[in-house]
């Protein structure tokens, strides 16, 4: 399978700047990743796909202005969250959508984002 | 819609007991992939098996095994002689096998504690 990375692995900023989270796929040529957001001991929520070359497609109720996304080459996404507030600090997580037949995603190890 | 239900919020068991943990789907797909992540307290999610709607034959894999229900659409995990490294949150999810609609929906997750 693919080999994700996230960097940062934790940031910690202050209210009202913005944090660039960057997604990699080490080894294979990513089309499309996804970005999940997790609060703490709740589920992954889908935020959005991101597809190479086009914008991202939101899910509903996630605010595009706010968590800006970048999939400007093969093998890198970027997840902006603008002006954050405390309520943003989540755990973010990427994955990267593989080639088999099932379309597999492989996840990155996540990147934990605290607002104070 | 997708639906995935983990009724169990947390397990705790003393280490080499037997768990199982429950998952129930809803879909309106005839054709659907079902999931099992573990999430160690590092964060990271790890891939534990991935289970094609039209094969219901269950699947061991060392002290892992799972059991798909198509007819009461359930795919519970069970953990035989339970070790202290499974101590995870564990996820089920469920997803569309289409191209360009890979969205993953994950339950809320079953917090499992072995106690040694």
């Known amino acids: 399978g693919a080999v994700v990375s996230q960097h940062p692995s934790w940031v910690i900023c202050k209210s009202g700047t913005s944090v660039k989270i960057e997604c990699r796929s080490l080894?294979?040529?990513?089309?499309?990743m996804f970005w999940y957001r997790q609060f703490p001991k709740q589920s992954l929520m889908l935020m959005a796909t991101s597809n190479e070359g086009s914008k991202a497609t939101y899910e509903q109720g996630v605010e595009k202005d706010k968590f800006l996304i970048n999939h400007a080459s093969l093998t890198l996404s970027t997840l902006t969250v603008t002006s954050a507030h405390p309520e943003d600090s989540s755990f973010y997580i990427c994955?990267?959508?593989?080639?088999?037949?099932?379309?597999?995603?492989?996840f990155g190890p996540g990147t934990r984002l605290t607002v104070t | 819609a997708q639906k995935v239900t983990q009724a169990q919020t947390e397990i705790s068991v003393v280490e080499k007991e037997d768990v199982t943990l429950d998952c129930v789907y809803e879909?309106?797909?005839?054709?659907?992939?079902l999931f099992w992540y573990k999430q160690p307290p590092s964060g990271e999610l790890v891939f534990l098996i991935r289970r094609n709607s039209f094969d219901e034959q269950n699947e061991i894999s060392g002290r892992y095994s799972w059991n798909f229900q198509k007819s009461t659409s359930s795919f519970n995990f069970t953990i035989t002689a339970s070790q202290v490294v499974d101590s995870a949150v564990y996820f089920c999810a469920l997803r569309s096998p289409n191209f360009g609609n890979e969205k993953l929906t994950f339950g809320t997750g079953t917090r499992l504690t072995i106690i040694p």
């Open positions: 994955s990267v959508r593989g080639g088999t037949v099932a379309y597999e995603q492989y």
């Open positions: 879909t309106r797909d005839t054709t659907y992939y």
């Open positions: 080894d294979f040529q990513a089309t499309t």
